[in-house]
């Protein structure tokens, strides 16, 4: 079965820079498209971003020019750098495969304080 493993997240100050990485077992992760979605209490889960399998990243508005995510096809391995960080980007944050796997790993828990 594939493996989603989320982490790197913590308890950050707004303006401050988290990396979170997602390592994947048990696939081609190199064929793949991936991407992080964020949930946060009360609310949806969102993607946040997504990367093809060649590199090719979008995002959605609230976090362009703030959040780079980026891949490892060698260490099959998915990054999301994220910088001037904001109180609403409070959430757990996943990583899934696109089209979604029908299961979501544990996530990270991301929280930015004023």
């Known amino acids: 079965q594939v493996q989603l493993v989320e982490s790197g997240g913590g308890l950050v100050q707004a303006e401050g820079s988290l990396r979170l990485s997602c390592a994947a077992s048990?696939?081609?992760?190199?064929?793949?498209?991936m991407g992080w979605w964020r949930q946060a209490p009360g609310k949806q889960r969102e993607i946040v971003a997504q990367?093809?399998?060649?590199?090719?990243?979008n995002y959605r508005d609230s976090v362009r020019g703030r959040f780079t995510i980026s891949r490892d096809n060698a260490k099959n391995t998915m990054y999301l750098q994220m910088s001037g960080l904001k109180p609403e980007d409070t959430a757990v944050y996943y990583c899934n495969f696109i089209p979604n796997l029908p299961y979501w790993g544990q996530g990270t828990q991301v929280t930015v304080s004023i």
């Open positions: 990367i093809t399998r060649n590199g090719v990243a």
């Open positions: 048990g696939t081609t992760f190199s064929r793949e498209s």
